[in-house]
């Protein structure tokens, strides 16, 4: 299945977390921390940044006004790459269900 590419489609996201690096050099701290992101979607552009990479952004609902999130840039091999894993892992999710 082809389609044409859209960069406004937002996928998305049921959990975003980041586990910072502070454990355990905080020898306070009993576990390491867990913080809760506030992402709730990707998307995927092209040539944001950095021309012929492709960009996988993760951000807010409100990112057509400040979007608040991070950005990755793949080469588009590494891209294909992780759109075979994604299909994958959703293959085996499918099976699982």
Same mark, same amino acid.
């Given at each position: 299945?082809?389609?044409?590419?859209?960069?406004?489609?937002?996928f998305?996201?049921? +959990?975003?977390?980041?586990?910072?690096h502070?454990?355990? *050099?905080?020898?306070?701290?009993? !576990?390491?921390? #867990?913080? @809760?992101?506030?992402?709730?979607?990707?998307?995927? !552009? $092209?040539?944001?940044i950095?021309?012929?990479t492709?960009?996988?952004?993760a951000?807010? +609902?409100?990112?057509?006004? !400040?979007?608040?999130?991070q *950005?990755y840039?793949?080469?588009?091999?590494?891209? +294909?790459?992780?759109?075979?894993?994604? #299909?994958? @892992?959703?293959? +085996?999710? *499918? $099976?699982?269900?």
């Open positions: 299945m082809t389609s044409p590419f859209n960069p406004m489609i937002a998305p996201v049921s +959990r975003a977390q980041a586990y910072p502070t454990w355990p *050099e905080d020898p306070s701290l009993k !576990d390491a921390p #867990i913080l @809760a992101l506030g992402i709730d979607h990707l998307t995927v !552009d $092209v040539s944001v950095q021309l012929g492709v960009t996988l952004a951000s807010t +609902r409100n990112a057509g006004n !400040d979007a608040y999130g *950005e840039d793949l080469t588009p091999s590494d891209a +294909r790459a992780l759109g075979h894993q994604l #299909i994958a @892992a959703a293959a +085996r999710c *499918e $099976v699982a269900d």
